[in-house]
Nanobody, 122 residues
Framework: HVQLVESGGGSALAGGSVRLSCAAS??????YSWFRQAPGQEREGVAA????????YYLNSVEGRFTISKDFDKNTLYLQMNNLTPEDTAMYFC??????????????????WGQGTQVTVS
């Protein structure tokens, strides 16, 4: 039974930091990612990581501010978000793909999704 459970969301001031966690269980996937969706907007891929070679992929607007990583021992995915802006306010979701192919930031690449955790920046 595959489960992805996010945690760590909350409120932050502009310029602040938040770290999101996603505890994965049931399977070890090839590619994991973080997506976000703000009210009235489409879901967008924020960051992704291939577990085989640890390649990472970022949305242009977060590159240099966000860092995706995975603790293999804990089977937990992280998203460290620094220098936050109000535009980062959204529900953040982690996702997992058996075999990440094509664009790692396209939601069609992922089979499993978490329930989401809210991040609000003011």
């Amino acid at each position: 039974h595959v489960q992805l459970v996010e945690s760590g969301g909350g409120s932050a001031l502009a310029g602040g930091s938040v770290r999101l966690s996603c505890a994965a269980s049931g399977y070890t996937f090839n590619t994991y990612s973080w997506f976000r969706q703000a009210p009235g907007q489409e879901r967008e891929g924020v960051a992704a990581i291939d577990t085989g070679d640890s390649s990472t992929y970022y949305l242009n607007s977060v590159e240099g501010r966000f860092t995706i990583s995975k603790d293999f021992d804990k089977n937990t995915l992280y998203l460290q978000m620094n220098n936050l802006t109000p535009e980062d306010t959204a529900m953040y979701f982690c996702a997992a793909a058996y075999n990440g192919k094509g664009s790692r930031l396209a939601d069609g690449a992922y089979e499993y999704w978490g329930q989401g955790t809210q991040v609000t920046v003011s």
